[in-house]
C-alpha cells in the first residue's frame, strides 16, 4: 500500500509542477520576466529533488518487501499478502514471484509424496519377504538336525522350495508392479480376439483348480476383437482367476462370461469362494493389502496389479460378493 501512495504522489507531483512549469514559461515569454523563467526553472529542480526522494523510498520499501518474500519463500514459511500496485512492473514482479513460489511448492510436495511412496514400497517389500526368509532360516536349523528322518528331511525340503517360490513370485510382482507404475512396461493396445486373452489367462490356474477339483466353465463361442494388450490383460485376468480359485473351497466352482455392453466388453468371474466382508471390499486394490491372514496366504499383489493394468487401458472392475457364497469380479474393456 505504501508503494502506491508513493507512486500516486509522485505523479501528482509531477503533473502539478509541469502545469506550473509551463504557466510561468508562457508567463516569462509573454511578459518577458526573465525572474518567472528563472522560477520556473527552479521549480523544476526542485521537482526532481522531490521526485528523487520518493522514488528512492518507493524502490527502497520494494526491495525490502522484496527481500521477504524471498527469505520467506527459502525458509518454506509462506508468500506474504502484499497490496500490489496494478499495472506497474512491481506488481508484475511480485506476481510472478508469487507464480514461482506455488510451482516450487507444487513440485516440493510431489517430491515428499514419491518420498512416501518410495518408503511405503521398500517397508512393504521388506514385510513381504520377513515372512518366508523367517520360514527358510527355520527349515536351515531344522534340516541340521542329526536326528532328523529321511521323511522330515524331504518335508523341509519340499518346504523351502514352497518357501522360495513365494519370494520368487513375490519379487516378479513387485518387478512388474515397479515397471508399470514407473512406465518402464508401455501397454500396446492392438485388435485381437478377447477370448484367446481369456484362454491364455485360463491356462495358467487349471492346474492349481484340478488340484483342488474346482469346476471351471467358460464358454468361448463368443469372441469379440478389442483393442487391448493380449499379454498385459491375460495377466489381469489371470490375477483375478488365481485369486478365485484361492479363495475357493474343495469342489468349487469359477465361471467365467463374455459379453458386451454398447461401449465395452464385460469378464464376469464368478466364484463360490467364501466372499469378501463389505467393510473390505474398498481395500482389495490397495497394494500388499490382505483381508483375513488367518484364512489364507498372500502377497496383495495381484489385485492392485490388475486395477493398474485395466485402468492404463481406459477400463474399470466392479466387485459384487457375498460372505460365504462368493465374489465376482466384473471387468471392463472399451471396445
Not at 491375460?234 to 461401449?263: C, D, H, W
Amino acid at each position: 500500500m505504501k508503494d502506491k501512495k508513493y507512486f500516486i504522489a509522485v505523479k501528482i507531483l509531477f503533473y502539478g509542477i509541469l502545469i506550473i512549469n509551463l504557466l510561468l514559461i508562457f508567463i516569462s515569454v509573454n511578459r518577458s520576466s526573465t525572474a518567472v523563467l528563472i522560477l520556473s526553472q527552479f521549480t523544476f529542480i526542485l521537482f526532481i529533488c522531490i521526485a528523487w526522494v520518493l522514488i528512492k523510498r518507493v524502490f527502497s520499501v520494494f526491495f525490502t518487501n522484496l527481500f521477504v518474500m524471498m527469505d520467506k519463500m527459502m525458509n518454506r514459511e509462506g508468500v506474504p499478502n502484499f497490496d500490489h500496485i496494478d499495472g506497474t512492473y512491481m506488481s508484475q514482479i511480485y506476481h510472478q514471484l508469487n507464480r514461482l513460489y506455488d510451482v516450487l511448492q507444487m513440485q516440493q510436495s510431489s517430491i515428499e509424496q514419491e518420498k512416501s511412496k518410495v518408503q511405503s514400497f521398500v517397508s512393504d517389500i521388506s514385510h513381504q519377504l520377513k515372512t518366508p526368509l523367517t520360514n527358510l532360516h527355520l527349515l536351515q536349523e531344522a534340516l541340521k538336525q542329526s536326528g532328523i528322518s529321511p521323511e522330515e528331511y524331504q518335508d523341509c525340503l519340499e518346504k523351502q522350495g514352497k518357501q522360495l517360490d513365494k519370494i520368487d513370485f513375490l519379487i516378479r510382482a513387485l518387478l512388474k508392479t515397479s515397471q508399470l507404475e514407473n512406465g518402464l512396461i508401455q501397454i500396446q493396445p492392438r485388435e485381437a480376439s478377447i477370448s484367446q486373452t481369456i484362454l491364455s489367462a485360463l491356462e495358467g490356474i487349471l492346474v492349481l483348480a484340478e488340484k483342488k477339483e474346482i469346476e471351471v466353465y467358460y464358454d468361448n463361442s463368443t469372441d469379440y476383437t478389442v483393442l487391448h494388450d493380449p499379454k498385459w490383460t491375460s495377466e489381469a485376468l489371470f490375477n483375478v482367476m488365481e485369486n478365485a480359485i484361492k479363495y475357493t473351497p474343495q469342489n468349487g466352482k469359477l465361471n467365467i462370461l463374455l459379453s458386451r455392453t454398447e461401449k465395452y466388453v464385460k469378464i464376469s468371474i464368478k466364484d463360490t469362494g467364501i466372499g469378501i466382508p463389505p467393510a473390505d471390499l474398498s481395500n482389495i486394490f490397495i497394494r500388499f493389502w490382505r483381508g483375513n491372514t488367518n484364512i489364507l496366504e498372500g502377497n496383495g499383489i495381484g489385485l492392485y496389479l490388475c486395477k493398474q493394468i485395466i485402468s492404463l487401458q481406459h477400463g474399470y472392475i466392479l466387485v459384487n460378493s457375498i460372505v460365504n457364497t462368493g465374489s465376482e469380479f466384473e471387468i471392463y474393456i472399451p471396445l
